[in-house]
């Protein structure tokens, strides 16, 4: 495109067609705003602020990769790989995106009242199924269900694929273990356990 750009900077008049191009409208849907948004605070941080892009390069991987599988056969791009920095490296997300659904995925393992009880059935899950959950963290997210209240739902991943965290799912359904794959969205369980105790 900056290509383009300079290609059409040194004409001295558009081509008809050009003329004729219309910028589309970004459509009102939630997602499409926030898609168009994101785009427009990436491009200007890619300029002029590329140390902050590096913080969110986990996302950035996840995010091209969902949208390159979006791509007919043979359209893909192909994407720089550079080594991500740790997950707990890096800084909570924008409050205004603290709703927004993870780009990775997880597994939901079980539903907790209260922090505390959450952390006590993950470390049981650990302890049973440690080959299984290695290495994954454990998040948890809010949720009502009606006429219940609400809980807190237990989640273990990253995943970057549903594929991934459906394979874990099913290992762990073999056992007898309740497993449903979700978006990795929520508060890791330390912080949430911390902030319940206080």
């Known amino acids: 495109m900056a290509a383009l750009a300079v290609a059409g900077c040194a004409t001295t008049a558009p081509e008809p067609a050009a003329q004729d191009m ?13 898609a168009d948004a994101i785009s427009r605070e990436l491009a200007h941080l890619a300029r002029f602020d590329p140390d902050a892009v590096d913080t969110v390069a986990p996302e ?4 091209a990769n969902a949208v390159m599988a979006l791509n007919a056969p043979g359209d893909a791009v192909e994407l720089p790989v550079a080594p991500e920095p740790v997950l707990t490296d890096l800084p909570p997300p924008p409050a205004a995106m603290a709703d927004a659904p993870s780009l990775y995925h997880g597994v939901h393992l079980a539903s907790y009242r209260r922090a505390e009880t959450a952390q006590r059935g993950w470390d049981e899950l650990v302890l049973e199924h440690g080959e299984m959950l290695a290495g994954l963290q454990a998040r948890l997210s809010e949720t009502d269900i ?20 459906r394979a874990v799912c099913q290992q762990l359904m073999a056992t007898g273990d ?3 794959v979700v978006d990795f969205s929520g508060q890791p369980m330390a912080d949430m356990a911390r902030t319940a105790g206080e």
């Not at 950035?60 to 995010?63: C, I, K, R, V």
């Not at 989640?155 to 594929?163: E, L, Q, R």
């Open 146 to 165: 009606a006429g219940q209240g609400t809980y807190l739902r237990l989640k273990a991943g990253p995943f970057d694929s549903a594929a991934e965290a």
């Open 178 to 180: 309740y497993c449903a």
């Open 60 to 63: 950035l991987h996840a995010l």
């Open 22 to 34: 219309a910028v589309a409208a970004v459509a009102p849907t939630r997602n499409a705003l926030l």
